[in-house]
């Protein structure tokens, strides 16, 4: 048997470098204690995002490293999944809710401090957050969290569930990349090595990759509607994955007016029956089913950016929410009239919802990740590491219960990200006017 070529010897190397330093980092976020917040953590994610963009812009269509990237991911996941989350407490509303399901009441008719749960309250009760507010989380995301409690209700559970939505995003994401010729390896590391990921799956337990399988999943079957003479079912089902990313969390739903211009009223039918499937069972909530909501979309607020300068032109923040959904809509008109596919639409609708939105937790942006990964986008990379500056007032949140957002936090997350977006469009612009 041959040697391997050096090329290959040179990029495993420094893929095990990499991908072992990337993982010695997160492992030293994780398992440090919480106290390390602000300035020992941010520089540890830092020099962990540093270490994964090297990576990912590294990475070529050369040998087949494949498999070690997996390995490595794999591993900086393990490494964070024994953690109790510190950052976010949102895994214990997931608990709870499957939990109030499992006892045979609908989770949207009572918020967790209800005196009408008392007798179910549990050890974790304490932890859950905004417990005057009743659940936000649509039917998907319900159907997880009784699945969590019939596993026995735990943390463990739970991230064992978001993991396997996880990996198997990557693994269809592989799968889009192949179908339309793109780099396999680049987007296998951008995806799997993303650190916001890992933290906020591994570590904090958070559901998204729930829904971003359902979106990847939909993303692929219209690689195959539009190659082939595909059958009904196939158009439907796109439809019906859609939903799913949206019954997850609802931001997702924005593509489909694009998707159904596109393709015709197949993708409108099994989205419509996929949301009506799902919402049959919790229908008896009636109009509680938004509540929490209708609270979350009227007062939270996180890590503002853009939104504050339609704040300043309406001097009103409910009017600058509602002028945010307007130029939002705007977009997903504009995404409709142009029949742009989903993968672009995507990019489009949740980017322009993630940029006006008055609320950007960290773990929001990985809604854009699998389309970041897929384009290989500098912007959205950039704000998938930015994100976490979020963070920056976590210890005091702990000490005292309120959590600082000064400005210069969110200057400095939000302006190189616009920065480089503003770059990457007029460079593409200027691309599109060379070809003519």
């Given at each position: 048997?041959?040697?391997?070529?050096?090329?290959?010897?040179?990029?495993?190397?420094?893929?095990?470098?990499?991908?072992?330093?990337?993982?010695?980092?997160?492992?030293?976020?994780g398992?440090?204690?919480?106290?390390?917040?602000?300035?020992?953590?941010?520089?540890?994610?830092?020099?962990?995002?540093?270490?994964?963009?090297?990576?990912?812009?590294?990475?070529?269509?050369?040998?087949?490293?494949?498999?070690l990237?997996?390995?490595?991911?794999?591993?900086?996941?393990?490494?964070?999944?024994?953690?109790?989350?510190e950052l976010?407490?949102?895994?214990?509303?997931?608990?709870?809710?499957?939990?109030?399901?499992?006892?045979?009441i609908n989770?949207y008719l009572?918020?967790?401090?209800?005196?009408?749960?008392?007798?179910l309250?549990?050890?974790?009760?304490?932890?859950?957050?905004?417990?005057s507010?009743?659940?936000?989380?649509?039917?998907l995301?319900?159907?997880a969290?009784?699945?969590?409690?019939?596993?026995?209700s735990?943390?463990?559970a739970?991230?064992?569930?978001?993991?396997?939505?996880?990996?198997?995003?990557?693994?269809?994401?592989?799968?889009?990349?192949?179908?339309?010729?793109?780099?396999?390896?680049?987007?296998?590391?951008?995806?799997?090595?993303?650190?916001?990921?890992?933290?906020?799956?591994?570590?904090?337990?958070?559901?998204?990759?729930?829904?971003?399988l359902?979106m990847?999943l939909?993303?692929?079957?219209?690689?195959?509607?539009e190659?082939?003479?595909?059958p009904?079912?196939?158009?439907?089902?796109?439809?019906?994955?859609?939903a799913?990313?949206?019954?997850?969390?609802f931001?997702?739903?924005?593509?489909?007016?694009?998707?159904?211009r596109?393709?015709?009223?197949?993708?409108?039918?099994?989205?419509?029956f996929?949301?009506?499937?799902?919402?049959?069972?919790?229908?008896?909530?009636?109009?509680?089913?938004?509540?929490?909501?209708?609270?979350?979309?009227?007062?939270?607020w996180f890590?503002k950016?853009?939104?504050?300068?339609?704040?300043?032109?309406t001097?009103?923040?409910?009017?600058?929410?509602?002028?945010?959904?307007?130029?939002?809509?705007?977009v997903i008109?504009?995404?409709a009239?142009?029949?742009?596919?989903?993968?672009?639409?995507?990019?489009?609708?949740?980017g322009?919802?993630?940029?006006?939105?008055?609320?950007?937790?960290?773990?929001?942006?990985?809604?854009?990740?699998?389309?970041?990964?897929?384009?290989?986008?500098?912007?959205?990379?950039?704000?998938s590491?930015?994100?976490?500056?979020?963070?920056?007032?976590l210890?005091?949140y702990q000490?005292?219960?309120?959590?600082?957002?000064?400005?210069?936090a969110?200057?400095?997350?939000w302006?190189?990200?616009?920065i480089?977006?503003?770059?990457?469009?007029?460079?593409?612009?200027?691309?599109?006017?060379?070809?003519g």
């Amino acid at each position: 048997m041959s040697p391997p070529a050096p090329s290959a010897i040179t990029t495993r190397r420094a893929l095990i470098i990499l991908g072992s330093v990337e993982l010695i980092l997160l492992g030293s976020l994780g398992w440090s204690s919480s106290a390390a917040f602000p300035l020992t953590g941010l520089a540890l994610f830092a020099a962990a995002f540093i270490v994964y963009a090297t990576a990912g812009w590294g990475a070529d269509s050369g040998p087949d490293q494949r498999r070690l990237i997996w390995v490595l991911a794999i591993a900086m996941r393990l490494v964070l999944v024994p953690l109790s989350p510190e950052l976010s407490d949102d895994v214990y509303r997931y608990l709870w809710d499957g939990t109030v399901q499992l006892s045979g009441i609908n989770p949207y008719l009572h918020a967790p401090a209800a005196e009408a749960l008392a007798h179910l309250r549990t050890s974790y009760h304490g932890l859950i957050n905004n417990p005057s507010v009743p659940t936000i989380y649509p039917p998907l995301a319900q159907v997880a969290f009784l699945l969590i409690a019939l596993a026995g209700s735990s943390l463990v559970a739970a991230k064992a569930l978001w993991l396997a939505c996880d990996l198997a995003t990557a693994a269809v994401l592989v799968r889009i990349a192949r179908a339309t010729g793109r780099n396999e390896q680049r987007v296998l590391v951008l995806y799997l090595w993303s650190p916001l990921l890992v933290v906020e799956v591994a570590w904090s337990g958070h559901l998204e990759p729930l829904g971003m399988l359902a979106m990847a999943l939909a993303m692929l079957l219209v690689t195959r509607v539009e190659k082939t003479d595909s059958p009904t079912w196939v158009e439907t089902t796109t439809g019906a994955a859609l939903a799913l990313s949206a019954l997850t969390k609802f931001a997702p739903a924005a593509a489909l007016p694009a998707l159904v211009r596109r393709l015709g009223w197949k993708p409108l039918l099994g989205f419509v029956f996929a949301g009506v499937l799902l919402y049959a069972p919790y229908a008896s909530a009636g109009t509680a089913l938004f509540t929490g909501l209708r609270t979350y979309s009227e007062h939270w607020w996180f890590m503002k950016g853009p939104f504050i300068v339609l704040e300043w032109i309406t001097g009103d923040p409910l009017l600058a929410r509602r002028a945010a959904a307007a130029i939002v809509i705007g977009v997903i008109g504009w995404t409709a009239s142009r029949r742009y596919d989903l993968e672009r639409t995507l990019l489009w609708v949740l980017g322009a919802g993630m940029i006006l939105t008055p609320t950007l937790h960290p773990w929001y942006v990985l809604w854009m990740l699998p389309m970041a990964a897929l384009r290989s986008s500098r912007p959205w990379i950039l704000l998938s590491g930015l994100a976490f500056i979020g963070y920056f007032g976590l210890s005091t949140y702990q000490e005292v219960g309120m959590w600082p957002q000064p400005g210069w936090a969110r200057a400095v997350m939000w302006l190189p990200f616009l920065i480089l977006l503003a770059i990457d469009t007029a460079r593409h612009r200027h691309a599109l006017g060379e070809r003519g």
